[in-house]
C-alpha cells in the first residue's frame, strides 16, 4: 500500500472514530436533554419533583378529579412485579391535601430495586400537582417476594386553570436494579 492509500485509510479510520466517539456523547446526553426538553415546553407530563409547596387557601367553589394509574415497565413483567394505586380516584377541592399510597410487590425469589417515574395528564397540568412526598423521589428496594405500600402525598394547585377538571396522574415502575 502506498503512502497516500495509508493516510486516506487513516483518515477515514479517525472519522469513523469521532462518529462512534459523537453517538456515544449524544446517547450520553439524550436523557437529561430531554428532561431539560419537557421541562421547558411542558411536553410529557413530567412533574418537578419534589417540592416545598405550602397550601393556601382551598378553593372550595370547584372540585377537580385526579385518577391514579400504574404501569409496570417492560423491564418487569406481569409475573415479576406487582403495582397500583390503593385508591384509584379521588375527587378534591385544589388546595386540599391528599394522603394515599400505591402497593408493590416483588414476585420474584430475587430482591430488586425499582423507581416509579411519574406522568401528567394533560401536560398542562402537571405544573399545579404539587407532591409533598412521594415514593418516586428514591429508589424503592424489595426483598424477594416482599410487598409493601409506597406514600404519596400531593395537592393541586388551586391556579390550575379552571378548564380542567380531571387529571391522571400516572406512574411506570422500572427495575433499576444493579446485577
Not at 419533583?49 to 370547584?62: C, F, H, I, L, N
Not at 424503592?140 to 410487598?147: D, K, R
Not at 395537592?155 to 380531571?166: G, M, N, Y
Amino acid at each position: 500500500m502506498d503512502i497516500t492509500a495509508r493516510k486516506r485509510v487513516k483518515k477515514q479510520v479517525m472519522i469513523l472514530l469521532m462518529i462512534v466517539i459523537g453517538m456515544f456523547a449524544f446517547c450520553y446526553a439524550l436523557v437529561p436533554l430531554y428532561s431539560v426538553f419537557c421541562k421547558v415546553t411542558g411536553l410529557n407530563g413530567k412533574t418537578a419533583g419534589q417540592t416545598e409547596y405550602v397550601a393556601g387557601k382551598v378553593d372550595k367553589s370547584r372540585t377537580v378529579t385526579v385518577e391514579l394509574l400504574a404501569t409496570l415497565n417492560t423491564s418487569l413483567s406481569d409475573k415479576s412485579g406487582e403495582f397500583r394505586p390503593i385508591h384509584k380516584k379521588f375527587v378534591l377541592h385544589p388546595g386540599e391535601y391528599v394522603r394515599t399510597s400505591y402497593w408493590v410487590k416483588n414476585l420474584t425469589a430475587q430482591p430488586l430495586v425499582v423507581q416509579a417515574i411519574p406522568s401528567v395528564a394533560p401536560g398542562l397540568a402537571a405544573e399545579h400537582i404539587k407532591k409533598v412526598e412521594c415514593f418516586c423521589f428514591i429508589h424503592q428496594p424489595l426483598n424477594a417476594l416482599e410487598g409493601k405500600e409506597m406514600p404519596l402525598v400531593f395537592t393541586v394547585d388551586p391556579a390550575l386553570p379552571t378548564s380542567i377538571k380531571t387529571l391522571t396522574l400516572a406512574y411506570t415502575l422500572f427495575d433499576v436494579t444493579h446485577r
